[in-house]
């Protein structure tokens, strides 16, 4: 499974930027099943999630960017979005997509490369 994540870049604060993740190797049927998750990573900071959205449409969000950013996803296309509106210079990070399954076996996750987003003031 390849993931592969675009969309960031430099953006003034107030802006908006929209991040797309497209899976490879995996059909879809299999993409289906997985959660799909963004996370972000500022220097000297730990990994947080930004936002989750399950293999049921459920969503869930980080506090921070709550009402200002919104994650979807299209399944036939095997690709989870991420619009960042509003944007504030605490955005910028490197932004990671994620694809996780959980079974009864155990966890499956996959990582892709990360995508900066930096935010001016």
């Known amino acids: 499974v390849q993931l592969q994540a675009y969309g960031g870049g430099p953006v003034q604060a107030g802006g908006s930027l929209r991040l797309s993740c497209t899976a490879s190797?995996?059909?879809?049927?299999?993409?289906?099943?997985?959660?799909m998750g963004w996370y972000r990573q500022a220097p000297g900071k730990e990994r947080e999630l930004v936002a989750a959205?399950?293999?049921?449409?459920?969503?869930n969000y980080g506090d921070s960017v709550k009402g200002r950013f919104t994650i979807s996803r299209h399944n036939s296309r095997k690709t989870v979005w991420l619009q960042m509106d509003n944007l504030k210079p605490d955005d910028t990070a490197a932004y990671y997509c994620?694809?996780?399954?959980?079974?009864?076996?155990?966890?499956?996750?996959?990582w892709g490369r990360g995508t900066q987003v930096t935010v001016s003031s």
């Open positions: 994620n694809a996780r399954l959980v079974s009864g076996t155990g966890r499956n996750d996959y």
């Open positions: 190797r995996m059909i879809f049927s299999v993409f289906t099943q997985y959660d």
């Open positions: 959205i399950g293999s049921g449409g459920n969503t």
